[in-house]
């Protein structure tokens, strides 16, 4: 098998693995299903993945490298205002629960949540993947300069964030309700409201 023949059996594995993972969970998908899914034998399979946890971490590492280009490219297209990309982001999210009818989940969030045990090298591309979310919404807060306060934690605010959105996805595929996604997002934007007026009134330099 070429370079590029296995490169391409891994994609295959790879994405079909995604979709199995998001619709039935990692527990209930079988090595039987990735193999229906993608028309491929068990012997090309093994011969890229010794076994579903190996799948799992490609998996991890797809949404890890691919944050940008699959998830914050498509949020912030046409969007410059570092504020306005944050909720940009969420509206992302708004759209994807809307258009699965609220049964869409953040798919690193379900993962945590199912692989409640999972071992070092997933829980470590778990942590990697939240982290990597909340480094992009930090980076806009940083951005935004002195329309926030100077003593803000900012790491904490992104993190917060992060906190909202995971929630609200939870809470909307749970009551099948985008609302409880859509409140969340409000109180956060009144939040937003309060820190800019707060560095707004900031005294002035003589």
């Not at 590029?4 to 994609?11: M, Y």
């Amino acid at each position: 098998m070429s370079p590029n023949e296995k490169l391409d059996v891994r994609t295959r594995i790879v994405l079909a693995a995604m979709e199995l993972f998001f619709a039935k969970g990692f527990n209930s998908t079988s090595i039987a299903d990735i193999l229906s899914r993608t028309q491929l034998n068990a012997g090309s399979l093994y011969h890229v993945f010794p076994g579903k946890q190996d799948v799992l971490i490609a998996v991890l590492e797809w949404y890890r490298d691919g944050i940008r280009e699959n998830l914050l490219d498509l949020a912030w297209e046409g969007v410059d205002d570092p504020i306005d990309r944050i909720f940009a982001l969420l509206d992302r999210y708004h759209w994807m629960i809307v258009e699965t009818d609220c049964t869409f989940g953040c798919p690193i969030g379900s993962l945590a949540l199912e692989l409640h045990e999972a071992d070092p090298a997933v829980r470590d591309l778990l942590a990697i993947n939240f982290t990597n979310w909340a480094d992009a919404i930090r980076e806009c807060l940083d951005a935004a300069g002195d329309r926030l306060p100077a003593d803000l934690d900012r790491r904490a605010l992104a993190e917060f964030v992060l906190t909202t959105m995971e929630g609200g996805v939870m809470q909307a595929r749970t009551y099948r309700d985008v609302a409880y996604f859509d409140r969340g997002v409000a109180m956060l934007r009144d939040h937003f409201d309060m820190l800019l007026a707060r560095a707004a009134r900031r005294p002035e330099i003589a």
